[in-house]
C-alpha cells in the first residue's frame, strides 16, 4: 500500500528523529508501516460502518470488550486484547458470556479475509474506527503489532449487570484498569443498547441520545427510577425514569457507591472532560496483555469524531430536584430542561 516514502524527517523534541510517510492514498502517517491499516479503513467504513455510530458499531465495541477482559495481571487466563475471542471463536462462544457475539464474529469474519491483519490489530482497530464514527467521541489511539492470539481466553472473566460494584472494580483492577477508568468506560453506555437485560424490548438505550457520544448517561443514571421499561424486572435491570429507557443495575450501583459515586458526577454535563478520560481508558483497554513497546502508534489513521452539537440537558419533565446526589462535594453543572411531555426513549 506504501506507493513511495516521502522522508520529511521530524525532530520530537530534539530527542529523536521520526520519520512521516505519503501513503498510496495521499495521506501522510507519522509511521510508514500505518499506510497499510487505510485499505481496512476504507472497507470498514463502506462495508461496516456505513452509517454514523451504527449496531456495528455497537456490537464491535461489544466483542472488543469481551476480548480485552480476557486477561489477569497475575497471568494465566488469557492474553487479553489479542483478537481470541475471533482467533478462538469456536470456543470462547460457548462461554455463557459470549454467545450473544456469535452474529458480529460472522460480519467481520469476511472482512478479515480481505485484509493480512492479526485478529487483534483487526478487532481493536475496527473498535477505534467505530467509535470514532459516533459524534462527540473522542479520538480514539491505535497501537498496531498485536501477535496474533496463541490461546483461547477463560469464561467468566467479564463483568456483567449483576455483578456488585466491589466485584467489577476487581475485575477491572485485574486488567490494570482502575475507578476512574471504569467510570470513565462506562461513556461507551451511551451509544450502547440492551439485548440481554430485557428481552421485551429488545435494543432498548441506556439514555435519550444513543446515536450520540455524550454526557447524558452520567446524567441520566443519576435520575430517579420509577418503572420497569418492559414487562417488570429482569435480572441486573432496576427502575428506569424513563419508558422505553433501560437502567442496568451495575450502572446504577456505581453512579451510587461512595468508591465512584464522584468519579460519575464529575462526568455530568462535563463532555471535554469525559472525552480526555474515555479516550485514555479506552487505550489501556485496547492494548490489555499486549507488549506496547514492540507495537506502532498509528492514531493519525483514525478518523476525527464529528462533535456533538446539542448541549447537556435534563430530559422532559426532569430537573436537577429528581437527582439523586451521592456526591454532595461535586457541584451539579446548570442543565436546562428539554421542553415538553417525558419522551419515550425509542428502541436504537
Ligand atoms: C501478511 O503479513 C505478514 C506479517 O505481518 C507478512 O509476513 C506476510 O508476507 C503478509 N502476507 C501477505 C499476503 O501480504
Ligand atoms: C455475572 O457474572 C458472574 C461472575 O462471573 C456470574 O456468576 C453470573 O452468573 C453472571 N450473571 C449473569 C446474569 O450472567
Ligand atoms: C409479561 O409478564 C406476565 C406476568 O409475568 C406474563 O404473563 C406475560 O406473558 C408477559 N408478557 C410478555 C410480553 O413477556
Known amino acids: 500500500m506504501l506507493m513511495k516514502?516521502?522522508?520529511?524527517?521530524?525532530?520530537?523534541?530534539?530527542?529523536?528523529?521520526?520519520?512521516?510517510?505519503?501513503?498510496s492514498n495521499g495521506k501522510t502517517v507519522g509511521n510508514a508501516a500505518c499506510c497499510q491499516l487505510f485499505p481496512l479503513l476504507a472497507d470498514l467504513q463502506e462495508n461496516l460502518f456505513d452509517s454514523p455510530c451504527?449496531?456495528?458499531?455497537?456490537?464491535?465495541?461489544?466483542?472488543?470488550?469481551?476480548?480485552?477482559?480476557?486477561?489477569?495481571i497475575r497471568g494465566g487466563v488469557g492474553g487479553g486484547s489479542d483478537g481470541s475471542i475471533i482467533t478462538f471463536a469456536s470456543i470462547e462462544t460457548t462461554f455463557p458470556e459470549n454467545t450473544a457475539l456469535v452474529g458480529v464474529i460472522g460480519w467481520v469474519t469476511p472482512l478479515i479475509a480481505r485484509h493480512n491483519f492479526s485478529d487483534g490489530d483487526f478487532l481493536?482497530?475496527?473498535?477505534?474506527?467505530g467509535i470514532a464514527t459516533c459524534p462527540g467521541a473522542p479520538r480514539p489511539n491505535?497501537?498496531?503489532?498485536?501477535?496474533?492470539?496463541?490461546a483461547p481466553a477463560e469464561s467468566g472473566l467479564v463483568p456483567n449487570a449483576s455483578d456488585s460494584v466491589t466485584a467489577i472494580l476487581a475485575r477491572f483492577a485485574d486488567v490494570n484498569i482502575n475507578p476512574s477508568e471504569v467510570v470513565a468506560l462506562l461513556a461507551a453506555h451511551s451509544v450502547a443498547a440492551d439485548y440481554d437485560t430485557d428481552p421485551v424490548i429488545p435494543?432498548?438505550?441506556?439514555d435519550t441520545t444513543p446515536g450520540i457520544f455524550d454526557t447524558q448517561i452520567f446524567t441520566e443514571v443519576l435520575l430517579r427510577g420509577v418503572l420497569f421499561p418492559g414487562n417488570g424486572s429482569n435480572v441486573g435491570?432496576?427502575?428506569?425514569?424513563?419508558?422505553?429507557?433501560?437502567?442496568?443495575?451495575?450502572?446504577?450501583e456505581i453512579a451510587r457507591d461512595s468508591r465512584t459515586a464522584c468519579l460519575w458526577k464529575?462526568?455530568?454535563?462535563?463532555?471535554?472532560?469525559m472525552q480526555s478520560q474515555f479516550k485514555a481508558a479506552f487505550s489501556s483497554l485496547s492494548v490489555t496483555g499486549q507488549n506496547t513497546a514492540a507495537m506502532v502508534d498509528c492514531s493519525d489513521v483514525i478518523p476525527i469524531p464529528a462533535p456533538v452539537t446539542v448541549p447537556?440537558?435534563?430530559?422532559?419533565?426532569?430537573?436537577s430536584a429528581d437527582i439523586e446526589d451521592f456526591c454532595p462535594s461535586v457541584q451539579l453543572p446548570p442543565l436546562s430542561t428539554l421542553p415538553g411531555p417525558a419522551p419515550i426513549v425509542d428502541s436504537a
Open 5 to 23: 516514502i516521502k522522508t520529511l524527517p521530524f525532530l520530537l523534541a530534539g530527542f529523536s528523529t521520526v520519520f512521516a510517510a505519503i501513503c
Open 54 to 72: 451504527n449496531e456495528p458499531v455497537r456490537e464491535v465495541l461489544h466483542l472488543a470488550f469481551h476480548d480485552a477482559m480476557g486477561f489477569s
Open 124 to 129: 481493536h482497530f475496527a473498535a477505534a474506527v
Open 142 to 150: 491505535f497501537l498496531l503489532g498485536r501477535p496474533q492470539a496463541r
Open 203 to 206: 435494543g432498548a438505550p441506556f
Open 237 to 252: 435491570e432496576v427502575l428506569s425514569p424513563l419508558r422505553g429507557e433501560v437502567r442496568l443495575q451495575s450502572d446504577f
Open 266 to 273: 464529575e462526568l455530568v454535563g462535563n463532555q471535554a472532560r
Open 312 to 319: 447537556p440537558f435534563f430530559p422532559q419533565g426532569f430537573t
